[in-house]
């Protein structure tokens, strides 16, 4: 599927002059952050040659994309949670506090988002007897997007970028945690890595809240 500019285009005749593409990398994995990548664009006509979804590219091509993607759109930023505070909040809240840090960290005004999938997890849920989880905090309107990473150049481009930036995380805490093997399987639940938690047990990285393999 070839990405297009069609459901940005849509929201920008609507009157947002500002739309954010947003998309999550790292949710089903075991260890390490979850990561929201966010790219905002305003009327325009074209998008990097070569964008998709991040994983339908290979490591080397979404990384030749990050200098085509500096000059798309009007803003772009990336937002982690870490693998305590997915413990701590659950991995739903988590991906909206990631969210929440990628979007304070523009320096633009967002008018509407498109979000892939179809579960809007980044508006915040009304109060409820244990008090208001949004602090206060409101997303732009929503729009979801079923492989919106396949079909909106905005959620390709946040997907790449988050893709990447979250790899290079999950590289780096490899020299420390070489027995996982992150700087290939990034976290996720690979053979190895599996294995490396049975011999070893969990590092601080990993989401110990999750059903871990138990240490032999």
Same mark, same amino acid.
């Given at each position: 599927?070839? *990405?297009?500019?069609?459901?940005?285009?849509?929201?920008?005749?609507? @009157?947002?002059? %500002?739309?954010?593409?947003?998309?999550?990398?790292?949710?089903?994995?075991?260890? !390490?952050?979850?990561?929201?990548?966010?790219?905002?664009?305003?009327?325009?006509?074209?998008?990097?040659?070569?964008?998709?979804?991040?994983?339908?590219? =290979? +490591? +080397?091509? /979404?990384? #030749?994309?990050?200098?085509?993607?500096? !000059?798309? !759109? &009007?803003?772009?930023?990336?937002?982690?949670? =870490?693998?305590?505070?997915?413990?701590?909040?659950?991995? *739903?809240?988590?991906? /909206?506090? #990631? +969210? /929440?840090?990628?979007?304070?960290?523009?320096?633009?005004? &967002?008018?509407?988002?498109?979000?892939? !999938? $179809?579960?809007?997890?980044? %508006?915040?849920?009304?109060?409820?007897?244990?008090?208001?989880?949004?602090?206060?905090? $409101?997303?732009?309107?929503? %729009?979801?997007? *079923?492989?919106?990473?396949?079909?909106?150049?905005?959620?390709?481009?946040?997907?790449?970028?988050?893709?990447?930036?979250?790899?290079?995380?999950?590289?780096? +805490?490899?020299?420390?945690?070489?027995?996982?093997?992150?700087? @290939?399987?990034?976290?996720?639940?690979?053979?190895?890595?599996?294995?490396?938690?049975?011999?070893?047990?969990? %590092?601080?990285?990993?989401?110990? =809240?999750?059903?871990?393999?138990?240490?032999?």
């Amino acid at each position: 599927m070839t *990405v297009s500019l069609s459901h940005e285009r849509a929201l920008w005749d609507a @009157g947002a002059a %500002t739309v954010a593409g947003i998309d999550e990398v790292g949710r089903g994995a075991l260890a !390490g952050p979850v990561s929201v990548g966010v790219a905002v664009v305003a009327p325009c006509e074209a998008w990097p040659d070569g964008l998709t979804d991040s994983k339908l590219l =290979s +490591a +080397a091509r /979404r990384e #030749a994309l990050i200098e085509p993607l500096a !000059g798309f !759109g &009007v803003a772009r930023a990336v937002g982690h949670a =870490s693998a305590p505070e997915i413990d701590a909040v659950g991995i *739903v809240a988590a991906l /909206r506090l #990631a +969210a /929440r840090r990628a979007l304070d960290a523009i320096d633009v005004a &967002v008018d509407a988002v498109l979000l892939d !999938g $179809t579960h809007d997890w980044l %508006t915040p849920p009304p109060p409820d007897l244990f008090g208001d989880e949004s602090d206060g905090w $409101t997303a732009p309107p929503v %729009t979801m997007v *079923v492989k919106g990473d396949r079909a909106c150049a905005s959620i390709a481009a946040a997907s790449v970028l988050a893709k990447v930036e979250r790899d290079a995380l999950m590289a780096a +805490a490899h020299a420390d945690h070489p027995a996982y093997g992150w700087d @290939g399987n990034k976290g996720y639940g690979a053979a190895a890595h599996l294995a490396a938690l049975r011999e070893h047990g969990p %590092t601080p990285l990993h989401r110990v =809240s999750w059903k871990l393999p138990a240490r032999a």
